[in-house]
Every structure is written in C-alpha cells, then in structure tokens.
C-alpha cells in the first residue's frame, strides 16, 4: 500500500513570499489532516478534512495559511505571505473515515522562510 | 484546555537496557492514547496505541501502560537497539476524532 505522498521535500523562500506544498493522502482515506511541526515541538494540527469538507480550522492562521481538498483526495496548504516563524516542517496525515485507523502520515516538507 | 506533555525532554540509555518513556495527560476526555517514534526527516511513525478500557498492551519489544487513575502513559522498550534512536511522542485523540501529539522525548543509546 502506498503511503502518504508529499511534496516538495524542502523548500526556501524569503519572508513575504508565497509557497504551497501538496499532499496525496493514502487511497481511500477520507479524512486528510495538515499539521506542523515546529523544531523540537511535536506536530500541532492545523486543518482537518472529511472527503473535500474543512472539519476542523480552529488552529489554522487564516490571515496567511490556506487549505484545500477540492476532489476531495490531493490537498495543497499555501501559505501568503510567509514569516520568519513559519519555519517549519509541515505534516499530512490521512486517516479512514471510520476515525483514526490507519493514521498514516507523510515524510513533511521542511520549509525555511529567510 | 487539552495538552499532552512528557516528563522529559532527554533519555539516554544503554544498549540492552530496557527504556521507560512517560507521559502526562490532563483530559480526563481522552480514549485513545498512541505512541509515535520519529526519525530524522520523517514523519511520526505509529508504533503501538492504547484504549482507555485497558491499561496494558503489548506488541514486539513494547509495551504501553495507562493509568487514568493519575492520568499517565509509559512505553517500554525492551532490550534498546541503536535503531530505537529517535523521538519519541505521546498522543492522544477523543471519540476517535484527530490525534493531539505532545513535545516529545528524545532517546539516546549508548553503546
């Protein structure tokens, strides 16, 4: 079974500009999850999905992060502008919809805002 | 509100030895406890999960205990190999909704 595809691994960008990473969550897994993960912390959640609807938002920093999952499957989190503090690796993570079996989660990309 | 933390940040230990890695949780809420390893650049990795109507399971090489009495989590690593080298998390989730991870413990083997 595949896992968890993200993409890109690592990415630079200087602070005020924009970046986006994608997610493909394993197939058939309903509810998709973006967390980050800050160096030394553990991942904090920040958006979560069922199928193509937002579940959860609460922790997602809406004047500059976005999210989502059109079709319901591929998901992509941008992030406009970016701050210093965004410096981060962010996570997706996919789940059935029967709850958090087979809570699987992606290698992160590592983002550096300069 | 909802948090869970570790007692601490650092665990060294020899190879052989068992590792004993704990865990405090403050929502009494809580059903399901997980515990995750982490590698460098990757990403969390489930290593063996806990309902609240048990409080002991094991799996190969570990064993997680829960104590809802005082709210506490451990996992146990018998024999530690240089390959248990990594963080590991504590995590917890609710009716079976999202997962809410904790800071982490890294662990050391000493050879």
């Known amino acids: 079974e595949a896992g968890v595809a993200q993409s890109p691994r690592y990415k630079i960008i200087e602070k005020r500009q924009s970046v986006a990473f994608w997610c493909n969550p394993i197939s058939g897994h309903a509810t998709l999850y973006w967390y980050q993960q800050i160096l030394g912390q553990g991942p904090k959640l920040l958006i979560q999905?069922?199928?193509?609807?937002?579940?959860?938002d609460s922790q997602l920093p809406k004047d500059r992060f976005s999210a989502e999952r059109l079709k319901g499957v591929d998901s992509t989190l941008k992030i406009q502008p970016a701050k210093l503090e965004d410096s981060a690796v962010y996570l997706c993570?996919?789940?059935?919809?029967?709850?958090?079996?087979?809570?699987?989660f992606g290698s992160g990309t590592r983002l550096t805002v300069v | 509100g909802e948090s869970v933390g570790l007692h601490l940040p650092t665990l060294s230990v020899q190879e052989g030895d068992n590792s004993i890695i704990n865990c405090a949780y403050s929502n009494s809420a809580s059903d399901y406890f997980i515990w995750y390893k982490q590698e460098s650049g990757k990403g969390p990795q489930f290593i063996i999960d806990i309902r609240s109507n048990m409080d002991k399971r094991q799996g190969q090489r570990v064993t997680v205990l829960l104590n809802k009495t005082v709210k506490h989590l451990s996992l146990q690593i018998a024999a530690t190999q240089p390959g248990d080298s990594a963080v590991y998390f504590c995590a917890e989730s609710r009716r079976d909704d999202k997962i809410i991870f904790g800071k982490g413990t890294r662990l050391h083997i000493l050879p």
């Open positions: 993570a996919s789940s059935s919809s029967d709850g958090v079996d087979g809570y699987t």
């Open positions: 999905f069922q199928n193509n609807g937002v579940v959860d």
